[in-house]
């Protein structure tokens, strides 16, 4: 089974001090399923890319980056 969920809500990334960002996707009617992969694709512009760190949280808490 494959599932696609998104996220088009524009969050604006503040060009002053390090800060987090935080968008979120609402994930629902999988019901007992297992997750074996999980592909993320994201559209950013920003002048400074480099400066950047992305990262997924999943409801538990993990972070990867």
Do not use: C, K, Y
Request: aromatic share 4%; net charge negative; no cysteine.
């Amino acid at each position: 089974m494959r599932s696609e969920f998104t996220n088009e809500t524009p969050v604006p990334i503040s060009p002053g001090a390090p800060s987090t960002v935080t968008s979120r996707i609402a994930v629902s009617g999988l019901g007992d399923a297992v997750v074996e992969d999980v592909d993320v694709t994201v559209d950013i512009d920003h002048s400074w890319t480099g400066d950047l760190m992305l990262s997924v949280l999943n409801p538990s808490g993990q972070r990867v980056v």
